[in-house]
């Protein structure tokens, strides 16, 4: 919740910027539209998306690590197969299984 609160006022902040910076102004306007979209998602709670060019690897390096941290998961075994279930096309590599052991 507090993450929520700090990206709503680091979006208003930028847009505020944006409007008063004059006629460049506006390229500022992108990233306080993303730190508003990431407020919302934190308020309001809604599941995020991860991914990557492939999303066999990396993607479901992050996935894993997500369900250790936040102990969705308690083994980073029982992490990998729970991504696999959402997305049977993930295989991480020794080195990505050694960096998810890490994490946990």
Do not use: D
């Not at 979209?37 to 996935?63: D, E, F, K, M, N």
Request: a positive charge; aromatic letters at 10%; one cysteine or more.
């Amino acid at each position: 919740m507090k993450y929520g609160f700090l990206f709503l006022l680091l979006a208003i902040g930028i847009a505020s910027t944006a409007v008063r910076v004059g006629p460049w102004g506006w390229l500022l306007l992108y990233p306080a539209f993303s730190f508003g979209v990431v407020a919302a998602a934190y308020l309001l709670s809604i599941p995020g998306v991860i991914h990557c060019a492939q999303g066999h690897g990396r993607t479901g390096l992050v996935a894993a690590a997500v369900l250790v941290v936040f102990r969705r998961a308690q083994t980073v075994s029982e992490a990998i197969a729970m991504v696999q279930t959402v997305r049977p096309g993930i295989e991480l590599n020794t080195m990505q299984r050694s960096i998810l052991e890490q994490v946990q």
